[in-house]
């Protein structure tokens, strides 16, 4: 259903005018090559937890999984349990303080950057920036889709036009305003994703009869589970599926531990710790990143699981068949279909602040990594703002191809994708370079290489889902995976990740240097 024109323009414009004039204040903040690429290591705590957090939070989450969640069931709010538990406490506070004092005493400006000043060696950061430059665009892509998704459903314009406008507008002040432009934009994007997630869930409740209403009608709808995810464990959507069985296997290990356990080592959530100025600020911004999570994710697993309660009673099917099939759909025709006029304008700008929120912090990321630590790495070009600024311009381009050529259904997909790449290559590496004495570069060059290459052997070749996406076992020997189930079924971050932390332990025992234990601090 596409709503009143007018009354989108209007809030809409309202909204960027709003975005762009912090674009615009950021710029005018941005005097240095620190400026554009950590904020001046001076960020508030509260701009510091929302960045984070709407950066972390996109139309990935909202869109991507929220459908997940009512194709697989409410088993994802285990997935909050971990972003609470893993992406803000022990993110910040195990790894947050050690990221800013180690980033600020060596000054390092990006994540590569960080790996390669404290293992003083070319090789972390060259190969480092090549994993975010090659993985990234993907996530990005999928996060690009999720927007464009719900603007076509919403305005009624073409796919392409959503796709290539939405980009635009985010590459404006990512481009011109660095880092500071584009955390000043990430805390008023994640303020109105809590206000538009709020409504949303008191809405759903308010459609569905109340809350127990709602629960117990998705519960009783459990004999409509489609019969080939039946066949593979699914018995409902607010029970867990069986122990074992190829649904638990992408609930639990691809969806919940991939990100999870993946958002840990996110170069791009990693920077923001070295804006912090304080170990205090971050600290205070705990405070903020965790309610901010909770309403983020756990609103979104909710309201996609019980969407299927609502197309039900409403066309008596579930919410994937009223889709199409395609999982990415749900949300945003739930919210065209069921919610008043006005909330599908608010959740419209709820969705353009996730997507723009984490947009253009992965662009920056992927910029400043294809010009400070690949292209004009060791020379003065690396920290010119007119080269960072040409790189962000060019993994922008980059991202919208890739969301082009992209299949249905793949955002939630993708995103688990690139952090569990993330997880294998970067989260041994990453906890040894900040927490031992004397890391040794060996281990962490073999442990980064292990990890990455793991992974994608084993995307490649051996995991079903995400082989049937690249394609290329299909192609080469004829089926999606070189081996049987459980395998065929188990995500990469669960062989990758244990081998990258055992290269990386092993070889830092065995290669301490003489005289000193190389232990942890």
């Not at 481009?175 to 990430?186: P, R």
Request: glycine share 10%.
């Amino acid at each position: 259903m596409a709503v009143n024109v007018l009354l989108v323009a209007s809030i809409t414009l309202i909204y960027l005018i709003v975005i762009l004039c912090l674009g615009y204040l950021g710029y005018k903040k941005t005097r240095e090559a620190e400026d554009y690429l950590v904020a001046g290591r001076k960020a508030h705590p509260v701009v510091i937890a929302l960045s984070y957090g709407a950066t972390f939070i996109s139309t990935s989450a909202i869109v991507g999984f929220g459908g997940q969640a009512a194709n697989l069931g409410m088993g994802l709010i285990w997935l909050t349990v971990f972003n609470i538990g893993v992406g803000i406490l022990l993110a910040f506070v195990v790894f947050g303080k050690k990221t800013r004092e180690v980033g600020q005493r060596l000054r390092a400006v990006t994540f590569p950057d960080l790996m390669g000043k404290i293992y003083s060696s070319t090789f972390m950061q060259v190969v480092s920036g090549l994993v975010i430059v090659v993985g990234m665009p993907l996530y990005s892509a999928a996060v690009l889709i999720g927007g464009a998704q719900f603007i076509k459903e919403t305005l009624g314009i073409s796919y392409a036009a959503s796709l290539i406008g939405f980009a635009v507008i985010v590459a404006i002040y990512v481009v011109f305003g660095g880092l500071i432009a584009v955390m000043y934009t990430d805390a008023v994007q994640g303020a109105i994703m809590l206000v538009g997630m709020t409504f949303l869930l008191i809405l759903t409740y308010v459609i569905l009869g109340g809350v127990t209403a709602a629960h117990s009608a998705l519960t009783a709808i459990a004999d409509m589970v489609p019969q080939k995810l039946a066949e593979q464990g699914m018995h409902g959507w607010t029970v867990m599926p069986d122990f074992g069985s190829p649904i638990w296997y992408t609930l639990v290990t691809t969806l919940v531990l991939g990100v999870g356990i993946g958002v840990l080592a996110q170069p791009q959530l990693v920077v923001r710790f070295m804006t912090a100025k304080d170990n205090r600020s971050l600290n205070r911004a705990v405070l903020v990143g965790g309610p901010f999570i909770l309403m983020m994710t756990g609103v979104a697993f909710t309201v996609g699981a019980l969407t299927n309660v609502y197309f039900v009673n409403t066309q008596g099917k579930i919410a994937i068949a009223a889709a199409g099939g395609n999982v990415d759909a749900v949300i945003p025709l739930f919210i065209n279909l069921a919610t008043p006029e006005w909330f599908t304008v608010v959740f419209m700008v709820t969705l353009l602040a996730a997507a723009m929120s984490t947009l253009s912090s992965l662009f920056h990321t992927m910029g400043t990594a294809l010009i400070c630590d690949l292209w004009g790495r060791g020379r003065e070009c690396a920290l010119s703002l007119k080269a960072n600024q040409a790189g962000v311009i060019a993994m922008i381009v980059a991202s919208v191809v890739i969301a082009f050529l992209m299949p249905g259904s793949i955002i939630a997909i993708a995103t688990a994708m690139f952090m569990g790449l993330c997880a294998c290559a970067f989260l041994p590496v990453f906890a040894v370079a900040v927490y031992c004495k004397n890391p040794s570069p060996l281990a962490a060059k073999a442990s980064l290489v292990t990890g990455a290459l793991v992974w994608f052997a084993w995307a490649l070749f051996v995991n079903a889902r995400y082989s049937a996406v690249f394609g290329l076992s299909s192609a080469l020997i004829g089926k999606t995976s070189v081996l049987p189930f459980p395998w065929s079924a188990m995500d990469p971050l669960i062989i990758g990740l244990p081998l990258s932390a055992a290269v990386i332990l092993v070889l830092q025992y065995l290669h301490r240097p003489e005289g000193a234990k190389a232990g942890l601090s």
